[in-house]
C-alpha cells in the first residue's frame, strides 16, 4: 500500500509566498505613508504661520503708497484707478514688502494637482505664490544674512473663490478726501505748470524762485473764487508791499517780484521776514472774505461758541472762513503780547479796490474763541456731511468716515475716451456713490476738467456696498500645496510670472508727452511706492548674463535687493536685454531662495511634479479699504 | 512465506527540491531582510520627522503663546519684570511726572501720578478718546507748519494747547529766531491730550506711546517754555521757539521722518517711513534702566534711507525676544528656538515669530517665521492691571 503523497504542491506554495509578499509589502508601504503623513502634518503648521501672515499683511499693512500719481484726468490715465489698489488679498498682499511673490508661470504650469486645480486657477488667470525667503519685516533686505532653508518655501498657494466688486481705493478724477490743517491758509499746491486739460479759470499762480518749473496755484479758488482775497488781495501783487493784502505776503513777503518760499530754511526766513503790518493786513483780508460771504460780526469776532449750520453749502463756508480767520488772528499772537491783545488790538477798516473791510477789535480770548470755534464748526461739519466735498478734511481728525463710499456703476453706460498720450480707444464705468456727491469741486492735479458730469444716473440701486449680504458671499479660501519647485533647474533662472500692468508706476498725464514718457519720466522713491514693483524686485537678477552662470556662482553683485535698487528704473532700450524693462519684469531669473548662489536642481524642466494639497482657509472679503489698528 | 515489508521505500530530497526549498528560503530570509530594514530605516525617519514637527509645533505655538501673553518680556511670575523698571537718574532734569522715564511695563502709577503741576493721569476711556465733533479734548490743536526752526510767524499755538495748566511764554532768542515775551500765567485753552502724550512718552516710550494713542494722532505737543534748557531742579526740556519739545523733533529720540527740513509734527505713518520703534526685550537688554529707558525712545532706521547693516542687525537683535524651548533634550534631539520681534514702522505694528530649528545629528537647519495677531501692549499691560491707580 503506498502511503499518500503528503507535500506542498508547488501551487500552494506559490499561493503562501504571495500571502507573505503582500502582508509584507503592506507594511513596508504604510511606513512611508507615515513619514508622508508627518511631512504633511509639518506643511500644515507651515501653511497655519503663513495664513496667519497673509491675514496679517492683509488687514493691518499700511498700504499707502505716497508717491504714487492718484488723479488723472481720466480713471484710465492712473495706475491706480482700481485692479492695482483694488481690497483683495492677491492684489495688495504680493510685494517684496510683505513676502510674498507668484511663482514663475513656467513652473507653476508643470504641477499635477489633484481634481488639476492648480491648472485650472493658472488658466483663470490667477497666480500661485510663494514666500520669500526673507522674514517680512521691513527691513533693508541688505541688512539681512542670508536666509536658511525654509521649507515654507516649498508651500506655494493661490486665492480661490471669485473676488467681489471693491468699492474704489480713490475716485481717480479726484483722490478724495484731501486734508487740511485746521486753522490753516487757503489751500495751495505746487503744479508742474502743464495744465490740463486747460489752465484752472480763478486761480492763483506763483512762481517760485529756485525752481521756474514749479507754480503754485491756490487750488482753493477754484472751489470759491473769494478765496483769492484771503491768499492775496489784490490779485496782482503791487511792487509796494504795504499795499498787499492777505496770507502771501504775510508769510513770504518779497519786494518785486513777489516770490513763494516752498521750504523755508533759516536763509530764507530772514529773506522773507514777516512783519507785524503784515500780520494786521492778513487779518484785513480775512475779515473782507467774511464779509463777502455775509458773515457777521458773531462770526470774524466770536464772543462763545457758534451753532454748526444744518445746511451743507452754508456750513461749508462757514468753515471756511474759520479756518481763514482763525489762522489770521492767531498771527497776531507772534506780534502783541498777552497784555497788548488782553487790552485788545484794533483792526481798523480799510478799503482795497472797491472793497471795504469790517474793522474788527482782536482779543487773546476772541482768538482762542476763533480757534475753538474753526475746529468745532469743521468737525460738526465733516461728521455731518461726509458727502459733501465743500472742504478739505481737518488732518488732525482724520477718520474712516472721511471716505465716501464709491463703487463703479457696472450698469451704467461707460464712459469712452482715448489714453492720455497714446490715442488708443479707453471706456469705464460710471462711478456711484453712497449719497450723492455735493460741493465736488476740482481736482488739485487737474483744476481745469469739470467733475460734474462723471456720475452714474444716480440709480441708487445699483450702489450694493451698503447692502445686507449673506456669510458665504464674502468668502473666499486660501489653498496651500506642497511641491519641491526648488528642485527644477531652473528655479532661479525662469522669468518672474507676468505682473499686471498696473503695478507699474505709471505717470499722471503731463502736456506734450506720450505714454512712454509717463511709463518712464518719474521718480521710483521705492519705499513709497512699495506696491508698485515687481513682488520678486529684492531678489531679481539685474545682468542678463546670470543665467548662464555656473551653479553656485555668486550673485549678490547681481541681485537688486543688494546692490541700490536702481537698475529696474525707468525708461530703456527693450532690445538691450539689460534695461529696466527686461530687469522689471523679472526675465533674468531670481534669487528665489536668497542664499547669493546660483542655484540649480537636479530635475529637468521637461519633468512634471504632483503638488500635494495640505491645507485650505477661508477668509473674510471685504469690499472697502481697511486697516485694522 | 516470506514476509511482507511494510516498510515504505525510503525516499530523500532530491536536489531539485533542495535547491528549490534552499532557494525559497533565502528569497524569504532576503525579503524579511529588506522589509524590516526598510521598516527600521522608515521607523527612525518618521520618528525624527515626528520629533521635528513637535518641536516647531512647539515653536509655534510658543510664538502665538508669546504674541498673546508677552510673558517673555514681562512675567512676574519668573521674576523678569525689567521692562517695569524706572530710570530715575534724570528725574530732576526732565521728567515732568514723578520719579523718572518708565519702560513699556512700569505701572502707571510708579512714574504717572499725583502730579500737583499736571493735569490728570492715563485715561483710557474709550469716549475720552472719540473723535466725536463735541469732544474738543481729544483734538489736536497744534501748528503743523511748526517746524524745528520756526520763528512763530502763525502765532503762538501752545496757547490753544499745552501740557501745563498755566504758562509762562518768555522772550526766545536761539538758532537765528528772536522773538519777545508773550506773558506770565497764561490759561492754555487745552491741556488734556498734551498731557495724556507727554505722559504716554515718560512712562511706556515711544512704541508704547503708539500703541497707545489713537492711529489718527499727530506726533507732536507742546510743553513748558524753556528755550535755554530747564533751570537745574525743575524738570523741563529744551522746546522750539513755538513749544514743541526739541527731543521730538530732532536727535535719536525724534519721532519724525528723515527729511531734515520736514521736522514739523508728523502722523505714525510718515514718521515710521524708513524707521522704527521697538520693544527692547532681547537677550543683551540692559540691565541699566536709564540705557533700557534710552532705548525705549530711540529710533532706528531699518529701511533703506541711511540703513546702516549693523545698525539694522543690531536692531533686530536687541528687538529680538527668544527662546529656547528646549534646554534639556537629549543632546541628539534638535535644537528649536522661537524669537518674536515687536516694533512699529511703515505704519504698521510688527509681531514678528521666527522658529529656528537646528538638527545637531545632520548639521542642517530650517527655520520659518510669521507676522501674528496678539494682544496690543495696552492689552498686556492691562492683564497685568499695571494702568491702575488703586492703592
Known amino acids: ?629 | 512465506m516470506p514476509a511482507l515489508s511494510t516498510a515504505a521505500p525510503r525516499r530523500a530530497f532530491t536536489m531539485i527540491e533542495l535547491l528549490i526549498a534552499v532557494s525559497i528560503g533565502t528569497l524569504l530570509m532576503v525579503v524579511a531582510f529588506a522589509g524590516l530594514r526598510a521598516a527600521s530605516s522608515a521607523f527612525a525617519t518618521g520618528q525624527r520627522l515626528s520629533t521635528e514637527n513637535a518641536l516647531m509645533r512647539a515653536g509655534f505655538i510658543a510664538g502665538l503663546d508669546e504674541l498673546d501673553f508677552w510673558k517673555g518680556c514681562d512675567d512676574p511670575a519668573d521674576g523678569r519684570v525689567a521692562l517695569r523698571q524706572v530710570d530715575d537718574s534724570r528725574a530732576a532734569q526732565d521728567h515732568p511726572l514723578k520719579d523718572g522715564l518708565g519702560q513699556p511695563f512700569t505701572p502707571m502709577a510708579e512714574v504717572w501720578d499725583d502730579s500737583t503741576e499736571l493735569p490728570g493721569r492715563w485715561e483710557g476711556d474709550a469716549q475720552r478718546w472719540s473723535a466725536h465733533a463735541d469732544n474738543q479734548a481729544a483734538r489736536w490743536r497744534g501748528n503743523f507748519a511748526e517746524c524745528m526752526d520756526t520763528d512763530c510767524r502763525f502765532g503762538r499755538y501752545g496757547v490753544f494747547f499745552n501740557q501745563r495748566a498755566t504758562l509762562d511764554i518768555p522772550a526766545y532768542a536761539r538758532d537765528n529766531v528772536a522773538l519777545p515775551a508773550y506773558g506770565a500765567a497764561i490759561a492754555p485753552r487745552e491741556t488734556w491730550w498734551c498731557g495724556q502724550y507727554r505722559g504716554l512718552t515718560s512712562v511706556l516710550g515711544y512704541y508704547g506711546l503708539i500703541d497707545y494713542l489713537p492711529a489718527n494722532a499727530i506726533h507732536a505737543s507742546y510743553s513748558r517754555f524753556y528755550p535755554e534748557g530747564p533751570p537745574a531742579g525743575d524738570w523741563g526740556q529744551y522746546v522750539n521757539a513755538g513749544g514743541i519739545p526739541v527731543e521730538w523733533l530732532t536727535g535719536p529720540w525724534k519721532v519724525h521722518s528723515w527729511a531734515d527740513s520736514n521736522r514739523t509734527p508728523m502722523t505714525r505713518y510718515r514718521a515710521t517711513l524708513g524707521y522704527a520703534y521697538g520693544l527692547m526685550a532681547g537677550p543683551d537688554a540692559p540691565a541699566d534702566a536709564a540705557a533700557l529707558a534710552a532705548r525705549h525712545r530711540e529710533q532706528t532706521t531699518i529701511l533703506h534711507y541711511g540703513t546702516n547693516g549693523d545698525i539694522v542687525r543690531g536692531f533686530i537683535a536687541r528687538v529680538g525676544l527668544q527662546d529656547r524651548l528646549t534646554p534639556l533634550r537629549p543632546s541628539h534631539w534638535p535644537e528649536v528656538r522661537t524669537s518674536v520681534l515687536r516694533y512699529f514702522s511703515l505704519g504698521k505694528f510688527f509681531n514678528l515669530c521666527i522658529v529656528r530649528l537646528a538638527d545637531p545629528v545632520s548639521g542642517n537647519q530650517t527655520q520659518f517665521s510669521f507676522n501674528g495677531f496678539g494682544t496690543t501692549l495696552r492689552g498686556a499691560r492691562q492683564q497685568r492691571d499695571l494702568d491702575s491707580y488703586a492703592p
Open chain 1, 1 to 629: 500500500m503506498r502511503h499518500p503523497r503528503v507535500a506542498f504542491t508547488l501551487f500552494e506554495v506559490a499561493i503562501a509566498m504571495a500571502l507573505v509578499a503582500i502582508a509584507v509589502v503592506t507594511v513596508l508601504v504604510l511606513f512611508p505613508a507615515g513619514i508622508k503623513a508627518q511631512q504633511h502634518a509639518r506643511f500644515r503648521v507651515l501653511a497655519s504661520a503663513k495664513m496667519l501672515e497673509l491675514v496679517d499683511m492683509f488687514n493691518t499693512a499700511n498700504d499707502g503708497n505716497p508717491s504714487m500719481d492718484h488723479e488723472g484726468m481720466e480713471p484710465w490715465d492712473v495706475p491706480m484707478a482700481y485692479r492695482s489698489r483694488a481690497f483683495d488679498l492677491e492684489s495688495l498682499v504680493p510685494s517684496h514688502r510683505s513676502g510674498v511673490a507668484p511663482l514663475p508661470l513656467a513652473i507653476a504650469r508643470r504641477f499635477d494637482s489633484d481634481g488639476d486645480e492648480i491648472a485650472t486657477l493658472l488658466d483663470e488667470g490667477a497666480h500661485l505664490y510663494y514666500t520669500l525667503p526673507h522674514m517680512t519685516g521691513n527691513f533693508d533686505e541688505r541688512a539681512l544674512p542670508n536666509a536658511p532653508s525654509s521649507e515654507q518655501q516649498r508651500l506655494v498657494f493661490a486665492v480661490t473663490g471669485y473676488a467681489q466688486e471693491n468699492g474704489l481705493y480713490s475716485l481717480p478724477w479726484k483722490s478724495w478726501p484731501y486734508y487740511s490743517p485746521y486753522p490753516s491758509p487757503p489751500y495751495h499746491a505746487h503744479h508742474e505748470g502743464d495744465w490740463l486739460p486747460a489752465a484752472p479759470a480763478a486761480s492763483t499762480k506763483f512762481g517760485v524762485p529756485e525752481n521756474s518749473a514749479i507754480e503754485l496755484y491756490l487750488w482753493e479758488a477754484t472751489q470759491d473764487p473769494d478765496v483769492q482775497i484771503v491768499m492775496q488781495w489784490p490779485a496782482a501783487p503791487d511792487r509796494d508791499i504795504s499795499r498787499n493784502y492777505g496770507y502771501l505776503p504775510y508769510a513770504y513777503p518779497s519786494a518785486a517780484p513777489l516770490a513763494y518760499a516752498l521750504y523755508p530754511t533759516d536763509a530764507k526766513l530772514q529773506r522773507y521776514a514777516p512783519t507785524r503790518e503784515g500780520a494786521i493786513r492778513y487779518v484785513q483780508a480775512a475779515l473782507l472774505y467774511c464779509r463777502k460771504k455775509g458773515l457777521d460780526a458773531s462770526f470774524y469776532q466770536p464772543g462763545g461758541i457758534l451753532t454748526p449750520s444744518g445746511d451743507a453749502a452754508v456750513a461749508a463756508v462757514q468753515v471756511r472762513a474759520l479756518r481763514f480767520m482763525a489762522h489770521a488772528a492767531t498771527c497776531l499772537t507772534r506780534w502783541y503780547d498777552k497784555a497788548a491783545l488782553d487790552a485788545g488790538v484794533d483792526i481798523p477798516s480799510v478799503t482795497i479796490g472797491a472793497d471795504v473791510t469790517p474793522a474788527a477789535r482782536y482779543t487773546h480770548d476772541v482768538i482762542v474763541a476763533l480757534h475753538d470755534n474753526a475746529l468745532r464748526l469743521c468737525d460738526h461739519y465733516c461728521a455731518s456731511f461726509p458727502y459733501d466735498w465743500g472742504g478739505p478734511r481737518p488732518i488732525e481728525r482724520a477718520i474712516m468716515m472721511d471716505h465716501p463710499l464709491i463703487q463703479w456703476d457696472v450698469f451704467s453706460t461707460p464712459i469712452p475716451g482715448t489714453v492720455f498720450g497714446d490715442g488708443r480707444v479707453a471706456s469705464q464705468w460710471k462711478p456711484i456713490s453712497g449719497s450723492p456727491v455735493t460741493n465736488i469741486g476740482r481736482s488739485i492735479s487737474f483744476p481745469g476738467k469739470p467733475l460734474e458730469t462723471i456720475w452714474g444716473d444716480g440709480d441708487n440701486r445699483h450702489f450694493s456696498l451698503a447692502a445686507p449680504f449673506a456669510a458665504e458671499e464674502r468668502c473666499r479660501q486660501v489653498v496651500f500645496w506642497a511641491v519641491d519647485w526648488q528642485g527644477y533647474e531652473d528655479f532661479e533662472t525662469a522669468a518672474s510670472a507676468p505682473i499686471d500692468a498696473s503695478r507699474y508706476l505709471k505717470g499722471a498725464p503731463e502736456r506734450n508727452a506720450d505714454l512712454g514718457w509717463m511709463m518712464t519720466n518719474h521718480d521710483w522713491v521705492d519705499g513709497e511706492i512699495w506696491n508698485y514693483r515687481n513682488p520678486e524686485k529684492a531678489i531679481l537678477f539685474f545682468d542678463q548674463d546670470v543665467p548662464s552662470l555656473p551653479t553656485g556662482a555668486d550673485v549678490a553683485p547681481w541681485t537688486l535687493g543688494l546692490s541700490g535698487y536702481e537698475q529696474d528704473r525707468g525708461r530703456g532700450d527693450v532690445a538691450n536685454r539689460d534695461s529696466p524693462p527686461w530687469i522689471f519684469s523679472g526675465l533674468h531669473g531670481a534669487d528665489r531662495n536668497f542664499n547669493q548662489r546660483l542655484d540649480r536642481g537636479p530635475l529637468p524642466a521637461s519633468s512634471r511634479m504632483r503638488a500635494s494639497t495640505i491645507a485650505r482657509f477661508n477668509y473674510y472679503d471685504g469690499r472697502v479699504h481697511q486697516c485694522l489698528r
